[in-house]
DNA sequence: TACGCTGACGACAGCAACTGCCATTACAGC
DNA sequence: GCTGTAATGGCAGTTGCTGTCGTCAGCGTA
C-alpha cells in the first residue's frame, strides 16, 4: 500500500479524456484535470510535457508495432507490400472502434490537438522511413514511400472510422492502399486504352469509380 | 504621412525573424519583437494569431497559386499531371533559396514552429483535394492524391535546398514525382524489371511465392 | 533502533503567451 | 469645425508551464 492512489498518469488520462469531451478542451484547465484525477497540476506537468500530450500516449506503441511488422517482412517483397503489412498489424493496437471514434472528433475539433496529431504522424514517417533504409532503400525513395504510407494511414483511418458496415481495418488498408496504386499508374496519352473517349472529367471520376 | 510608420506587419515579420535566427524562438519574447518594430505587445497580438504565426504569411499565396495551376490544367491531363503543374506552378512564390533555407533552417530548430508548418501543410493538402474533386475525381482519390502531393512537396522541397548545384524547382518536383511512379509501380516477381534500377539491388523474385 | 536515501507529490513564486476592455489620436468625410 | 473610424497603447487578468523547496512514506543499513 503506497502513499498515494495507484496509475497517476493513468488516471490523469482518463480525467483529461473525459474533461476534454464533455465541456472541451479549449474550457477545460489543467489544474481542473488534476482536481479531478485527486492530484495537483505540478503533478500532471510531471507526468506529460503538456495539455495535449496527455492524449497521444499510445503512439510509441503503434509506431513500434509498425515498425517491427516492417522489419519483418521478407526482403523479396516490394516496398508497398512492406508499408502495407506495417499498417496492418499496427491497427492491432487500436482500442474499440468507438474510443478511435471519440478521439478523432475531439483532435477534428481543436486546432492544437490537429497540430500535435501531425507532428506525431510526421515522426511515425520518420521512424518508418528508417525502416524501409534499413531494407535497402536509397534515402529519397525511403522518405517517400514513409510520407506516402502515413498518407495512407491516414485516408484508411478515416475510412474505418467511417464505415458503416465496420469493415476491418486490413480491409480499408488495402483499399486506399490499390487507390493509391491505380492513382500513380495513370498514364497521359491515348494509346494506354484508360482514357479513351473521357473527354471531361466527369465522365473520367465515373470511369474511375467503374474500374475500382 | 500618417500618424504611424507603414507597414505595421510586415515590419513585425521583418523583426520576428531577424530575432528568431539571432537568439532563437524560445529566447523571443513577443514584447521584444513589437518593441523592435517599434510597436507593443497588444499590436503584435492584432495583427497575428500567435507567436508562430508571424513566419507563415506567404502561405495563403502558395496555396492559391498551386490551386489556380491545378484548375487549369486541361481535362484530358491525369491526376499526377495536374498535381505536378500546380506544385511546379507554386514554386514561383518562393522566395530566393537562401531565405527559404534560412527558414526551414529555423522551422527544423523548434517544434512548434515544425508543429505550425505541418498544419498549414494539411491545409494546403485539403485545398488541394478540392481542386481535383473539381477536376471529377471521388473523394478518396482526391484525398489521397492530394495528400501524397504534399508529401512529394515536402521532399522536392528539401532537395531543392540541398541541392549543391542548385538546379531549378521544377527539376526536383519532376524527380521526385517519378520517384513516386517507380515505388507504386513496383511489382512482385520478376517479369517487370522495373525496380532494377533501385533499392538494394536484392533479388525479389520469390515475392510473388511469399506474398501471393 | 536510529539514520539517511529516494521517489512521488504539494506549495508557492514567477514568467510569458494571449485576451478583453477602454483610452488616445490622426485622418477622412460632412 | 465636428464626428466617425481605424490603428494603436495601456492595463488588468487568465492560463500554460517551470524552478525551487518542503513533506512524507517506504526502504536499506549500521
Redesign the pocket.
Known amino acids: ?5 495507484p496509475n ?2 493513468g488516471r490523469l488520462q482518463q480525467a483529461a479524456f473525459e474533461l476534454y469531451t464533455e465541456r472541451g478542451y ?1 474550457q ?5 484535470i ?1 482536481a479531478s484525477a ?16 496527455v492524449l497521444f500516449e499510445g503512439g510509441d506503441r503503434f509506431r513500434a508495432t509498425l515498425v517491427d511488422a516492417v522489419d519483418a517482412v521478407p526482403p523479396s517483397a516490394t516496398t508497398l507490400e512492406a508499408v502495407t503489412a506495417g499498417l496492418k498489424a499496427a491497427g492491432s493496437v487500436f482500442p474499440t472502434p468507438q474510443l478511435v471514434r471519440r478521439r478523432q472528433a475531439l483532435i477534428l475539433a481543436n486546432p492544437e490537438l490537429q497540430e500535435r496529431e501531425l507532428i506525431k504522424l510526421a515522426s511515425l514517417a520518420a521512424s518508418l522511413g528508417e525502416a524501409l533504409r534499413r531494407r535497402g532503400m536509397p534515402d529519397t525513395a525511403a522518405e517517400l514511400a514513409a510520407e506516402t504510407g502515413v498518407a495512407v494511414l491516414r485516408i484508411a483511418l478515416t475510412r474505418w472510422i467511417e464505415d458503416p458496415v465496420e469493415r476491418p481495418w486490413e480491409v480499408h488498408v488495402s483499399e486506399v492502399m490499390d487507390e493509391l496504386r491505380r492513382i500513380t499508374a495513370e498514364r497521359s496519352g491515348v494509346a494506354h486504352g484508360l482514357k479513351r473517349s473521357m473527354g471531361s472529367g466527369r465522365a473520367r471520376a465515373e470511369a474511375s469509380a467503374v474500374l475500382g
Not at 500500500?1 to 492512489?5: A, I, S
Not at 477545460?28 to 481542473?32: H, N, R
Not at 485527486?38 to 500530450?53: P, Q
Open positions: 500500500m503506497g502513499r498515494w492512489e497517476a498518469p479549449d477545460t484547465t489543467v489544474a481542473e488534476a485527486g492530484l495537483t497540476e505540478r503533478t500532471f506537468f510531471r507526468h506529460f510535457a503538456d495539455k495535449r500530450e
